[in-house]
């Protein structure tokens, strides 16, 4: 197969019975889409596959069509985020968090899909919610739920769409890529 591992992450899909994309019909939605092999992990979302994204406007083009296929086929318009392997594992050594969380469900990385915007990022600085954290790093914003994500009063909003994986999905998904 040609191209790179890139993992996509659906944002906001069979979410308490919402936005419903069932997982065999993802993978063969990427078959038809000339991506063939994709693998799926857990029912939220999460494609590894291989496909040629040297370039951002590659990269867009690809998410574009992704984004619209879905949308045509399952009636779910939401936006995703791509992430090659490689920038998994640069994720992986810039997670602050890693070293002071054991538990990999309390930790998440929200993937955005593009730079927060300067409103998003000066909102941001002032809805701090302790104990709970984030930092943001480019496009992405790694979060420490100390209590869990179920409890938090943190509101992530940056200016630009993006989707949130605890870091045990990142560690699976990471999984999935090498074995491609």
Do not use: C
Not at 65 to 78: D, K, L, N
Not at 96 to 125: C, F, N
């Amino acid at each position: 197969m040609s191209g790179q591992p890139v993992a996509v992450f659906l944002r906001a899909v069979n979410v308490g019975g919402n936005n419903r994309v069932p997982m065999a019909e993802l993978r063969d939605l990427f078959d038809d889409l000339g991506l063939p092999g994709a693998r799926t992990y857990v029912q939220s979302g999460n494609v590894a596959v291989r496909a040629e994204v040297g370039s951002t406007s590659r990269r867009e083009a690809l998410a574009a069509r992704i984004e619209a296929a879905i949308s045509q086929r399952f009636g779910v318009t939401q936006p995703l985020a791509l992430r090659t392997r490689a920038e998994l594992a640069a994720i992986e050594a810039r997670n602050p968090y890693l070293a002071v969380e054991p538990d990999p469900t309390r930790v998440h990385v929200l993937l955005l899909t593009g730079d927060p915007t300067p409103a998003g990022l000066a909102k941001m600085a002032l809805h701090s919610a302790p104990p709970d954290e984030f930092h943001h790093d480019g496009r992405e914003v790694f979060i420490r739920y100390v209590g869990g994500a179920g409890t938090t009063k943190l509101r992530l909003d940056f200016g630009v769409p993006g989707t949130a994986r605890n870091w045990r999905t990142v560690l699976n998904m990471i999984t999935l890529l090498d074995e491609l």
